[in-house]
């Protein structure tokens, strides 16, 4: 009876192999909210890939005659002050904050994972002092550490990118801390280091792989809060010089003009909160399917 | 009670203490000699060396470090490396305008925050916690700044009900209030969807507790069980989460202090940023500093005061 019971609810090999992630892709697709974010984030990485197909202008072609046009069939989103079509501008600032947050938060993802990897398997004097300077870090308001870091390498596209990286790595230092510290103890990681593997590799094939999930997802959560100091280092023009157009310095140079030319900061503006909306969204969903007891 | 207050306060020294040395040594670590910054290229080697002289430049980095701690012990800012203006007066002059923005920011994210997560915490799935959750959706989503610039265009620039810019006339408390009233709102909407959502979820956690069962079980009345018990541990997350958004809310308020043009910290900071001065930027980072330990601190004391098994351990 058990016998017969056992050979029809077993699986073939190729499902066994292919239910957990089907079922977890199954979840992601359900939940609403999480396929909208990632559909949108995918528009705009589709807008900042193909920006010179899309864009109806070049960004940065002046143009006299058409200085701060309202919106209208030409120029959907109008123009600015020196008669350059903002929906153009637009598109291109899109490759800025998504170069900016991807990039930033893969530098963070990686160095901050491996020091708490570090902190985690090497403990005592190495690991309290990684683990000491992630709260000295974390203590600063990520605006204001950005700007300090800022100071110190000057403006660029590439220094804004490593000023947000080690913005974004000691929360995946504490991210990763955590859960290595538990799994340092397994009797898996105690019979790899018994057999002889060496320290890097029994962080990078034993440790890592466990906590790789919860980093790739709070990732993508970290991604916005990436694109989120983008925008206000780039409002406060500290990030990268004009005339690239980003979305943050776009909203800047519009609002002086508020009162008459409202077009130049709302757009942009919308931009940045709509980005920022669909990852945390996409980053939310992603974690209801690798914790669902997180769920709410 | 008081000798944890005492024992956690000593606690933030040594924190202090680090977070000051990192912004001393960042900013000693930037390119470029502050002294050719300041005076530009074509200084002769006499006006340069002057400059350092004046400004301690030359002498050794750790004698420089501990007169950098020493002066900050007395008081004294430094001055600017431009104006030649005392730090602190500077810093004095704008600090008012920093803390009463912040603090009206992070005093509306509490009190707006909280009830409304409780709320939509126990009225689950209603309308209300559907409209709640969109709310802090697009309230985590949304920075202050913009969100500032939203509430400029359509209360002061549309329907013309506040002021636009600056913090308003110094002695006049009802003007500066309502100078105050949009960027406490930025900040203070910004935070307040941050803190429901979070309550949110702390108060959920709670209520799926076996004791909550069992107070239910022996008839309690459903207030009781839910102020009583319920908020009452899931106080300390809301705690935390609140100290945790207050710094969040002080690097925010450098974006909206520029956007409505008050004469804050933020202002000091931008500006001795894009002139380089080197002297006014690490004083006002160090109040930064400061203020970001002290939300800590006083998160600290307040999960004491909650959570009696804090200060008995």
């Known amino acids: 009876m058990t016998e017969g019971l056992a050979k029809t609810t077993a699986l073939p090999e190729w499902a066994a192999k292919e ?9 992601f697709l359900r939940n609403r909210t999480a396929v909208a974010g990632m559909v949108v984030a995918l528009l705009v990485v589709w807008a900042a890939l193909f920006a010179p197909w899309i864009a109806p202008y070049d960004p940065l072609a002046q143009n006299v005659f058409y200085r701060l046009t309202p919106p209208e069939r030409a120029h959907p989103m109008g123009t600015d002050s020196y008669g350059r079509d903002v929906f153009s501008r637009l598109i291109w600032g899109a490759r800025i904050s998504l170069a900016v947050g991807v990039l930033s938060v893969a530098f963070g993802m990686i160095a901050g994972s491996l020091l708490g990897l570090l902190a985690a398997y090497r403990g005592r004097t190495v690991g309290a002092l990684i683990m000491r300077g992630v709260d000295v870090l974390m203590s600063f ?31 995946f230092a504490r991210l990763s801390y955590g859960p290595a510290l538990a799994i340092k103890e397994k009797e898996y990681v105690e019979a790899a280091r018994a057999i002889g593997s060496s320290d890097w590799k029994i962080l990078l094939r034993h440790i890592l792989p466990n906590v790789a999930g919860e980093i790739v997802v709070m990732g993508s959560l970290w991604t916005a809060t990436a694109i989120r100091v983008e925008a206000n280092l780039n409002f406060l023009g500290l990030g990268v010089p004009p005339p690239i157009p980003t979305w943050g310095n776009m909203v800047q140079t ?29 980053g939310d969903g992603l974690r209801d399917v690798i914790d669902p007891r997180l769920q709410e | 009670m008081a000798k944890y207050i005492v ?59 501990l007169s950098f701690l020493g002066d900050l012990l007395r008081g004294d800012l430094g001055e600017s490396l ?10 004095r002059a704008a600090l008012p305008f920093t803390l009463e923005l912040t603090a009206s920011g992070i005093l509306l994210g509490t009190l707006l925050g909280v009830p409304l997560g409780v709320v939509t915490a126990i009225r689950r799935n209603s309308f209300l916690d559907y409209f709640g959750r969109t709310f802090s959706l697009a309230g985590l989503s949304v920075p202050a700044f913009f969100l500032g610039i939203l509430l400029m265009y359509l209360l002061s620039i549309k329907l013309n009900l506040f002021p636009t810019l600056g913090a308003g006339n110094p002695g006049d408390l009802l003007d500066r209030f309502f100078h105050l009233i949009l960027p ?37 009345r459903e207030q009781v069980v839910l102020y009583r018990h319920a908020l009452r541990s899931a106080l300390i997350p809301i705690i935390s989460i609140i100290g945790i958004y207050s710094v969040v809310l002080l690097g925010s308020s450098v974006m909206v202090e ?47 005061l909650v959570d009696p098994r804090i200060r008995y351990d």
């Not at chain 2, 431009?82 to 810093?91: L, N």
């Not at chain 2, 004083?283 to 500093?289: E, P």
Request: aromatic residues 8%.
């Open chain 2, 7 to 65: 024992r956690r306060t000593l606690l933030a020294i040594p924190t202090l203490l680090t977070v000051l040395t990192l912004v001393f040594l960042l900013l000693r670590v930037a390119p470029g000699d502050p002294a050719v910054v300041i005076l530009g290229q074509y200084a002769s080697e006499e006006t340069l060396q002057a400059f350092r002289e004046r400004m301690g430049l030359n002498r050794p980095l750790w004698v420089q470090y």
């Open chain 2, 184 to 220: 406490g709102l930025a900040l203070g909407l910004v935070m307040t969807a941050y803190v429901t959502r979070m309550t949110r979820s702390a108060m959920l956690n709670v209520l799926r507790e076996d004791y909550i069962r069992t107070a239910r079980a022996k008839g309690l």
């Open chain 1, 254 to 282: 519009g609002i002086d003009q508020l009162t008459y030319a409202p077009w130049l900061s709302l757009f942009p503006g919308l931009a940045i909160m709509i980005t920022i909306l669909a990852f945390n969204m996409l």
């Open chain 2, 82 to 91: 431009i104006s030649g203006i005392p730090v602190a007066e500077q810093v």
């Open chain 1, 19 to 27: 239910r957990p992630r089907r079922r977890r892709w199954r979840t």
């Open chain 1, 141 to 171: 308001p990520d605006e204001i550490l950005g700007i300090m870091i800022l100071a110190v390498l000057g403006a660029g596209l590439d220094r804004l990118i490593i000023a947000i990286g080690i913005v974004m790595t000691p929360r």
């Open chain 2, 258 to 304: 520029i956007v409505f043009s008050r004469p804050g910290l933020g202002k000091i900071m931008l500006t001795a940023m894009k002139q380089r001065d080197y002297a006014v930027l690490q004083s006002v980072m160090v109040i930064y500093a400061a203020f970001a330990v002290f939300i800590n601190l006083l998160t600290d004391l307040l999960y004491g």
